[in-house]
């Protein structure tokens, strides 16, 4: 059985920052993209970041040099680092588990979920 477990969400100022952790198991981990989503309240989910099996990653402009997604083979873990946190981050986060190993923006490129973490930012 394959399970998605975040940690790390929280509440934080503006300007902060927060690491996001999300342990995998029951997959084959090293050979997964594996990707980050947020949905906030009243919004659709949107795509956030992901890295491929090689290590390549892919960012959402919005994000883009301020969150850095990275991944632990040895740990069958995938961290976001997100700095400089802004209101408009607020959501809940998951993370999610590639039907391939390439990367994608497209959640429905994604076999497996977490449940979320809730991120609060406060400005």
């Known amino acids: 059985q394959v399970q998605l477990v975040e940690s790390g969400g929280g509440l934080v100022q503006a300007g902060g920052s927060l690491s996001l952790s999300c342990a995998a198991s029951g997959l084959t981990f090293s050979s997964s993209a594996l990707g980050w989503f947020r949905q906030a309240p009243g919004k659709e989910r949107e795509f956030v970041a992901a890295?491929?099996?090689?290590?390549?990653?892919y960012y959402a402009e919005s994000v883009k040099g301020r969150f850095t997604i990275s991944r632990d083979n040895a740990k069958n873990t995938v961290l976001l680092q997100m700095n400089n946190l802004k209101a408009e981050d607020t959501a809940v986060y998951s993370c999610?588990?590639?039907?391939?190993?390439?990367?994608?923006?497209?959640?429905?490129?994604?076999?497996?979920w977490g449940q979320g973490t809730q991120v609060t930012v406060s400005s």
């Open positions: 999610a588990a590639g039907r391939y190993g390439a990367i994608s923006p497209r959640s429905s490129d994604y076999r497996y």
């Open positions: 890295i491929s099996w090689s290590g390549g990653t």
